[in-house]
Structure formats: structure tokens, C-alpha cells
């Protein structure tokens, strides 16, 4: 081995000649392969998606490898529920797995520093279903947080037999914690005034069946909701 230094080694501190920043990138589980990496500036999903290097292009693809409750980081950028923009208007579901959180806000240097400026957009749902639904958050059974993301299902066509609705995020079921953080999700409505038997409505947030929901710093917006048909005698 090395001989012990005949004196104890100097360190030296400058002061007040200029200033570090550290930034922190905080991972819910730091276990290698138990987070999920998405980036729209990546040119396909051909990336394994277990760090930013090899993020996934889409969040469908992102959303597939999300298995057994990982975690999803998004980098700012375009979305759509399905494929990659320009977004169709029949792009369909985003679909979040049961016990999945979702982290969006990240720049295109890693870094989350205000998660409310550097939302994820998203264009998801369609206007061809009977009911438009922009992310549909599976069973709520482990604590699942949905954070920096712009959602915006697109709005749904009514026929005269049918109401149809939209909604921007839908989640039904789970026996744990739900938490929306700095999101903005919209709704759109009718712009037809198109009158039916079975009127239809635009829900921004639609939870129903779940054990605890916190909504915190979120913007929400629904649209016009269908019309019913003219009574009668």
C-alpha cells in the first residue's frame, strides 16, 4: 500500500468569485428499470425508455412499457394519444396503467424547474366514439400522481341518436390515492348545436369509485355540452 503523507493534505477555498448551481433530478424509485423515459424530440420508440438517452418517442409506447407500477417522466413537448404529431382527430385514448404516475415538466436539459411552464401537451381522444377520452387512468390501487401535463381531448360528434360526451381525464376505480398536480386539462364541447334524443356533456375531470383524490394548482376546463331533443307533447 501507499505510505501515509508525512503531512495532512490542503484543500483551498475561494469565496465570493462566482456561484454553482446544483440541480437535482428526483426519481419516485431509483431501482434501474423501474422508471420509464419519454422525449417527442426522439425520432422513434425504438429506445428501451429506461433513461433519457433511450427515451421512447411516444407516451403509447411509454405507457406499454410501464409495467408493474413504473414510474413515466416526460420531457415538454407534443403528444398524442396515439403515434406522434401532427395529432389525428380520431388519435384516440392515452391510457395510464394501473398504479402508473406520470411526471411531465422536464426541459430538454433534465431539469424540472417549474413544472406549470414546461407542461407536456397532449391531443388525445376522438371524434369518432362515442365518448372522447383524452387520458383514461387505470385502477387507482397504489398512490398515483399525474403531474406537468396539457391535456386536451378533442371534442366528440354527436349524432341525432346519440349523446356523446368528452372528457379530458376519466379514472373510475382504485382503492388508494389519486393526485393531480399542475396540470391543465381541456374538454372541448359542441360547437354544432346538433340536438338528440340522449344529450351528451364535456367533463374536464371525471373521478368517480375512488378512495382519495387531491387536486392541487390544476387548470380545468369543459366545454359546451350536447343538447337533448325539443319536448313534446
Known sequence: GCAAAAVPATFATNFNVGSAIQKFFVLMDKTLGNSIFADAARANDLGDGLSWANAKRTLAAAMSAATN???????SGSYCGSGAPPCTTSTGTLTVPSGTSVFGGYTSAYYRPDVSTNQATITAGSDASAESVGVQIAAVNIPVSIEGLNITAQRATPDLGT???TIGVKATSGSST??????????????????GPSPGGSYGVYLSSLTTVSLTSNTITAGRGWQGANGGL
Open 69 to 75: 407500477g413504473k414510474a413515466v417522466y416526460v420531457m
Open 163 to 165: 349523446g356523446y360526451n
Open 178 to 195: 389519486l393526485a393531480l398536480y399542475k396540470n391543465t386539462v381541456t374538454a372541448q364541447g359542441d360547437i354544432t348545436l346538433a340536438g
